[in-house]
């Protein structure tokens, strides 16, 4: 643990120095509110869900009546069911045989709202054509390999969860009480994220609190979270089920002028004494009204033994962006350097490693079985992405543009960088075109191109 701690020290201080050191202030200037009523703008048509029944999801309709329970509350049920299903063609060419592979792959989600009011809700979510790692579609016999249809149909719930205020449950007792009720709160196998995902990225059978407005000095806002998670853990060395694992953790936001803080620590109580700490620390800064730069310290401890399930590491990132003017487009830095081995407490399955925000060339697709175009592991890594978004015919069109590289101390044969085009293409209201292509070059390796054109609908 005192090892750990010398390496994040540096790293802790850097972050502080930058987080506190003052910025130009975003101007506000001078907002007067009109006296006069105006009308509502003319709403673009919606898409409608598959089912909505009771009051409309965002369209003006007349709102119901409800009714008022003993604690004050007031109910207007409402039910709406809405998904995304995915459907690509992906393949990666030129790797040493027999690791050529292309696949027709598909995914979906499913889910399902009842409403009780604006901020109570029960959820239901599934994944029917995809069960772990295996997916639905087809594998091409590509370097001998067997040509095969693939089964990954999934009839299991995915999500399952209440959610709530006790401040709106329980309105006459927190008017009569004299003390601010603002307790969120959460019950079931939900998804949970913290740190961007570089700590925290999983769906969690789990019981949460969130308190938030906390009146501090000098700051708009302080939220404080618990989070309790006993099943469906997905470790971070290998994503792997932790049904066995208890994870807890207590989590803090704090909002000032210009930055926005969390404080974020967590412990993992597995078999086998897989257990550790894990902690981070952010800022994110808000420079005039087109930059933003964030910086992340992260770090991992295993108790007992650095295991495939938890390291022990420490993680830096930081993420620098601004928009041109007179566009809506972002170019965008980001670096990532880890010491020893960092690991995440918990990230789903499809997920990847922590570095997976780097960059587009460091994501997970989360469709079949071919993985991120970069290792995105937090095994003592060096790792950035240099890229541009542009914004084109009413932001209908994206287009990406971006070159990336990795560096690891103690294996040089994962050494690498290269180059990727994303396109995203809306189609109607509720279909959306991408394609991906990529080139990867290795120092110890042969080099690899891979693509993906992928259709996704959205209903």
Not at 38 to 65: F, K, N, V
């Amino acid at each position: 643990m005192r090892k750990t701690v010398r390496r994040a020290l540096p790293l802790l201080a850097w972050l502080a120095w930058l987080g506190m050191l003052p910025l130009p202030a975003v101007a506000a200037g001078n907002v007067e509110l009109d006296d006069e009523p105006r009308e509502l703008a003319d709403l673009p048509e919606r898409p409608r869900p598959i089912i909505e029944l009771g009051d409309l999801y965002l369209a003006p309709s007349a709102l119901q009546e409800g009714w008022e329970l003993p604690t004050g509350a007031v109910w207007t049920p409402s039910i709406l069911v809405w998904g995304t299903a995915r459907s690509g063609l992906q393949a990666e060419w030129g790797k040493a045989r027999p690791n050529d592979v292309a696949q027709w792959a598909n995914r979906s989600e499913l889910w399902g709202q009842l409403a009780l009011t604006a901020t109570e809700r029960v959820v239901v979510g599934f994944e029917p054509l995809s069960e772990d790692n295996d997916f639905t579609g087809y594998q091409f016999g590509v370097d001998g390999a067997d040509a095969d249809f693939e089964g990954g149909l999934d009839g299991e719930l995915e999500a399952l969860y209440f959610e709530g205020d006790v401040g709106e449950l329980f309105p006459k007792w927190d008017a009569e009480s004299g003390v601010p009720l603002d307790l969120g709160f959460v019950v079931g196998r939900a998804p949970f994220t913290y740190q961007d995902g570089f700590l925290i990225d999983d769906r969690m059978t789990a019981v949460g609190l969130v308190q938030n407005s906390i009146l501090a000095t000098s700051t708009s806002n302080l939220r404080a979270s618990f989070l309790a998670a006993w099943n469906d853990v997905h470790r971070g060395g290998n994503n792997r089920d932790g049904d066995d694992t208890l994870l807890t953790g207590l989590f803090f936001e704090l909002d000032r002028p210009q930055t926005t803080w969390a404080l974020d620590l967590a412990y993992a109580e597995g078999q086998d004494d897989t257990n550790g700490w894990y902690g981070g620390i952010s800022a994110i800064r808000r420079i005039q009204d087109r930059w933003n730069l964030t910086l992340r310290v992260l770090g991992s401890h295993a108790d007992h033994r650095n295991d495939i399930e938890v390291g022990r590491g420490v993680l830096g990132v930081i993420g620098f962006s601004f928009s041109p003017r007179r566009t809506h487009d972002v170019a965008y830095l980001n670096l990532a350097a880890s010491a020893d081995r960092y690991t995440p407490a918990a990230r789903g399955p499809a997920r990847g490693g922590p570095l997976g925000r780097i960059g587009i060339l460091f994501e997970a697709p989360g469709l079949g079985t071919i993985g991120a175009p970069l290792n995105n592991d937090g095994n003592r890594a060096l790792a950035g992405a240099l890229g541009y978004q542009k914004f084109l015919f009413g932001g209908r069109t994206q287009i990406v543009l971006e070159v990336a590289g990795r560096l690891q101390s103690n294996d040089r044969r994962t050494q690498a960088g290269g180059g990727g085009l994303r396109i995203q293409q809306a189609l109607g209201r509720r279909f959306i075109l991408r394609l991906d292509l990529y080139g990867i070059a290795r120092t110890h390796q042969r080099d690899f191109m891979g693509g993906r054109s992928e259709l996704v609908v959205k209903f």
